[in-house]
């Protein structure tokens, strides 16, 4: 995953903690838009969620915030 996608992954987890509290739970399809303009960056994502942390399809924003702020 590129630093570009984990900055906006993380800049949408705090937006969304912000105006919702820190109980907020996203799937990975929060961090793109509603069509399918970045299949590579799409398909990243979704290997870091499913294979490699075994994530739920819902999970709290400030769980993934905290994973891609430990691979920083």
């Excluded at 993380?10 to 912000?18: L, Q």
């Excluded at 990243?44 to 969620?49: I, L, P, S, Y």
Aim: hydrophobic share 40%.
């Amino acid at each position: 995953m590129d630093k570009a996608l984990k900055q906006r992954i993380i800049d949408i987890c705090t937006k969304k903690i912000e105006n919702k509290g820190e109980n907020v739970g996203l799937s990975f399809y929060a961090f793109f838009a509603n069509k399918n303009d970045q299949p590579e960056k799409l398909m990243a994502m979704a290997e870091w969620w499913i294979k490699t942390h075994k994530l739920d399809h819902f999970e709290k924003a400030v769980k993934i915030r905290s994973l891609i702020q430990k691979e920083r």
